[in-house]
């Protein structure tokens, strides 16, 4: 007889925690994959398990005592080369994963930090997963080369860090998507995953609002190099998208604001 009845919708907090360390270890795999389809398989499983426990979270949080997830922001200094690029991985991820960012001190087509702003449990996601991403990125791109002789390899490899970026934030979007419809099928009259999450981006907007009551919108990105195409297909065998070399990712319009 089937016991799926008999299973919580939502993992309890010792679940979580195991979860997690299964994610930090499948992200720690792919980092130390030697191919790009064996570092997928890490990814593709890390992404997927990353969807569920931050949908999870956000309904055990729903229930739980106030203040239990509290927003707030944290800071985190990118650096060169190509910092810009790295905020927007940043802050694209930050995006998907439900928080806010703002991008610090940029200027001259460099960023010196970006913060993050959102709940306690979505943040952490995000560190965890950018501090991967960032690492098989640079792995990635310190090996590329434009296809033409003539072009700048500094314009190639940015550009291809902001393919690599806007598919990741796609890639996560639908990871997200996913991992909502499957709470909400398994919710049983509880409130819907969808409408925790509602409520939530409604609350850190507001806080957000109120910490950065004068932040101007930042402008899209102007990318040169040709090599946007090449990095979002880096980023599908990472499983985590392509986006027009032409304008911002979709969606981009509600990135981090």
């Known amino acids: 007889m089937s016991t799926t009845h008999d299973t919580p ?76 690029a790295k905020a927007r991985l940043l802050g694209w991820t930050a995006a998907a994963l439900h928080c806010r960012w703002v991008m610090h001190d940029s200027r001259s087509g460099k960023v010196a930090a970006v913060t993050i702003f959102g709940f306690a449990s979505d943040r952490e996601r995000v560190e965890l997963l950018y501090t991967s991403l960032l690492l098989q990125a640079s792995t990635h791109v310190a090996r590329v080369r434009p296809p033409d002789p003539g072009e700048s390899v500094a314009a190639y490899r940015r550009s291809w860090l902001y393919g690599f970026a806007a598919r990741v934030h796609e890639r996560l979007c639908e990871a997200q998507r996913a991992a909502v419809g499957e709470a909400d099928a398994a919710a049983r009259g509880a409130r819907s995953a969808e409408l925790v999450l509602a409520d939530r981006g409604d609350r850190v907007a507001r ?40 304008g911002p990712p979709p969606r981009s319009r509600a990135l981090g604001r």
Do not use: W
């Open 207 to 246: 806080a957000y609002g109120e910490e950065f009551p004068d932040l101007r919108r930042a402008r899209a990105p102007q990318v040169s190099g040709s090599g946007f195409r090449s990095g979002a297909e880096a980023a599908d065998r990472a499983d985590l998208g392509g986006t027009r070399l032409d």
């Open 9 to 84: 919708a939502t993992p309890g907090p010792e679940l979580q925690e195991a979860r997690l360390d299964r994610i930090r270890k499948l992200l720690a795999k792919a980092e130390r994959a030697g191919t790009a389809a064996e570092a997928q398989i890490y990814t593709n499983k890390a992404v997927e398990l990353m969807a569920r426990h931050g949908v999870d979270e956000a309904v055990l949080a729903d229930t739980g005592p106030p203040g239990h997830d509290p927003i707030g922001g944290v800071r985190i200094a990118v650096d060169d080369p190509y910092s810009a």
